[in-house]
């Protein structure tokens, strides 16, 4: 059974920065893509940033120049270095990854901006 597990979530004031990452462990699944993508309270949940088995990544606007997410293949790992954060990144952030028939998703890390 594959599992995705994300940590770095918590609380950081404007214009701070997080890194979250998320690992991927379980039955050697490889996959094609991987991602973050987050849920405020009342909205749907959106696209932050995508990566590639091959590197090409794909970032919302919203967090375009702000935001880098990276991987790490033999490990199964991708991260989010987020910078100059905003109150209104403030979200639940989950992880996906893409296997060329099958997606998994984590349960969520917390990420609240705030002073």
């Known amino acids: 059974q594959t599992q995705l597990v994300e940590s770095g979530g918590g609380l950081v004031q404007p214009g701070g920065s997080l890194r979250l990452s998320c690992v991927a462990s379980?039955?050697?699944?490889?996959?094609?893509?991987m991602g973050w993508y987050r849920q405020a309270p009342g909205k749907q949940r959106e696209l932050v940033a995508t990566?590639?088995?091959?590197?090409?990544?794909n970032y919302a606007d919203s967090v375009k120049g702000r935001f880098a997410i990276s991987s790490d293949n033999a490990k199964n790992t991708v991260y989010l270095q987020m910078n100059s954060l905003k109150p209104e990144d403030t979200a639940v952030y989950y992880c996906?990854?893409?296997?060329?028939?099958?997606?998994?998703w984590g349960q969520g890390t917390q990420v609240t901006v705030s002073s």
């Open positions: 379980g039955s050697g699944f490889s996959f094609v893509a």
């Open positions: 996906k990854g893409d296997g060329m028939y099958t997606s998994y």
């Open positions: 990566i590639t088995r091959i590197g090409s990544w």
